[in-house]
């Protein structure tokens, strides 16, 4: 059955730092790799999706990087800011199937 | 484009009471997904579908029945809602790519 880790679990960081979230999954037969954002009671909201064939995307501040061999994602935020605390959620999605499997996600807040 | 929209957004119901609830999108998507959101649990799947008229079990069906008819709506129903059954729900759907995008979800308690 196919796993997904995210380490750290929680993660509180001053405004302007650097950060990195990890994501670790246990199949390597990916077809994609999803990151979203969810703030406190509301829905999720898609940052970017990595093709397997793809080995990173960036979006603005957000860099997310895919390392099947390793079974390995990491989301990068430069120059955090406090509008980035949120709930960050990896999302596998294997070739064999389009069911999702959810990590159960990293609580981030920035501090001003 | 409206996305994915859910309705209703809140709902209280009493035990053994029924409802349903309506996921709609206007992307063309063909795979269409309902979930439910629980403290410490993450998001689980309860059943999905990949186009009209088919459905399918996810990983937590029981208590539940689906029905999609048209390709843009799927709707989640519940036949005697329990106190276990409070959630929240969340609606996707996803295209070709399998990129999931999320309604914004409906706040269900059963009391």
């Known amino acids: 059955k196919q796993e997904v880790t995210q380490i750290p679990a929680a993660l509180s960081v001053p405004e302007g730092e650097n950060l990195v979230l990890n994501c670790s999954f246990t199949d390597s037969a990916i077809y994609n790799l999803q990151w979203f954002r969810q703030d406190p009671g509301k829905g999720l909201t898609s940052l970017l999706l990595?093709?397997?064939?793809?080995r990173e995307q960036t979006s603005g501040r957000l860099n997310a990087s895919l390392d099947k061999s390793s079974g390995r994602s990491t989301l990068y935020i430069a120059a955090s800011q406090p509008g980035d605390s949120a709930t960050y959620l990896c999302v596998y999605s294997g070739g064999s199937n389009y069911k999702l499997t959810f990590g159960k996600g990293t609580l981030l807040t920035v501090n001003p | 484009n409206a996305g994915v929209t859910q309705t209703p957004k809140f709902r209280v119901l009493k035990t053994g009471q029924s409802m349903t609830l309506l996921c709609a999108q206007d992307m063309n998507h063909e795979y269409m997904y309902w979930y439910r959101q629980d403290p410490g649990m993450g998001l689980r799947l309860i059943h999905y579908s990949v186009g009209e008229g088919t459905t399918a079990k996810g990983e937590v069906p029981d208590g539940y029945n689906v029905s999609r008819l048209k390709k843009q709506n799927f709707l989640l129903g519940l036949e005697s809602a329990a106190p276990s059954q409070t959630s929240v729900y969340f609606c996707?759907?996803?295209?070709?790519?399998?990129?999931?995008?999320f309604g914004p979800g409906t706040r269900l308690t059963v009391t």
């Open positions: 996707a759907s996803s295209g070709i790519r399998y990129e999931q995008y």
């Open positions: 990595i093709q397997s064939s793809q």
